[in-house]
């Protein structure tokens, strides 16, 4: 990964999101020549020279102290996630790279277990790349057995801009499809070098000018809990809430587990489809037989 080319666009991006009103700049009517903020207005924010800040916006600083960094990230209003991408873009602790780890690709049997024992919610184990790593039956049936698939396919991220399905299964797809681009920008500094995931952007890129677009945005979004609006082939219209729990032992590991408030219809459906799920994986009965006496 380019960390000093990441880095100018990252900034870049921020600053262009960003009206004089958002931070407090008085409104004028004058044309301004670039979108959002000026360098001269974010550097004036952020305490530092105009100077020091062009050199960083063109990637010619690579590194920079807490305060610098915390200043920006105020300046440029980041939320947490952003301003976590930013301080491992110039830590001068970490030279703007993380420690490159290999993928954990194997899901512990205990948290297997417990998985499966939620009979009545969809729970999944996403890794780097928004691989499945492991799902319950229940998710199996309200998403895709992702397991029975291989490569890229297993990712929540191909099957979002490459599977002509994930449009209809997913009500609100375009903010859906912004944030599954957004966890693959945070994935790949952590991964800078995983060749699986670069592999999987170059796919992405290649495939779906959506993505593509998306990707240009340079958003990093940390997916913690929320809500998905989604359309089942089967059972309709799904509201599911979310919670994200980090794997202990397993920092590239992350579980999801899917509910409805009780009596709501989103919970009779998602009843409705684990009942529909047992009939469907129950084995087949053996026709009786009838014994000559």
């Not at 397993?250 to 579980?255: K, R």
Request: proline share 5%.
């Amino acid at each position: 990964m380019d960390t000093a080319g990441t880095l100018t666009d990252f900034l870049r991006s921020a600053r262009a999101r960003l009206a004089p009103g958002d931070v407090g700049l008085p409104l004028n009517r004058a044309v301004r020549r670039v979108p959002g903020l000026r360098r001269d207005e974010v550097a004036g924010i952020a305490g530092v020279s105009v100077d020091y800040y062009a050199r960083m916006e063109q990637g010619r600083v690579t590194q920079a102290s807490d305060a610098v960094i915390n200043s920006l990230s105020v300046a440029l209003r980041m939320n947490e996630t952003e301003r976590t991408y930013l301080f491992t873009l110039l830590s001068a602790s970490t030279g703007g790279r993380l420690d490159v780890r290999g993928r954990t690709s194997t899901v512990r049997a205990p948290l297997q277990g417990i998985m499966d024992s939620l009979t009545g919610s969809p729970a999944f184990v996403l890794g780097p790349g928004m691989q499945v790593l492991a799902m319950n039956s229940l998710a199996v049936a309200l998403m895709a057995d992702f397991g029975a698939r291989t490569g890229h396919r297993r990712s929540l991220a191909h099957w979002t801009f490459l599977d002509p399905s994930a449009r209809s299964y997913y009500q609100d797809w375009d903010l859906i499809a912004a944030d599954v681009a957004a966890i693959l920008r945070r994935d790949t500094l952590r991964h800078p070098h995983d060749p699986a995931m670069t592999m999987l952007i170059k796919e992405l890129m290649e495939q779906s000018p959506e993505f593509e677009a998306m990707w240009a945005e340079h958003r990093v979004y940390e997916c913690t809990f929320g809500i998905k609006r989604l359309v089942h082939p089967v059972v309709g219209r799904i509201d599911v809430d979310f919670e994200n729990f980090a794997v202990a032992g397993e920092p590239d590991q992350e579980l999801f587990v899917y509910s409805a408030p009780v009596g709501s219809p989103s919970a009779d459906a998602l009843s409705i489809l684990a009942a529909w799920n047992v009939q469907q994986t129950r084995p087949a009965r053996s026709p009786e037989t009838t014994v000559a006496g």
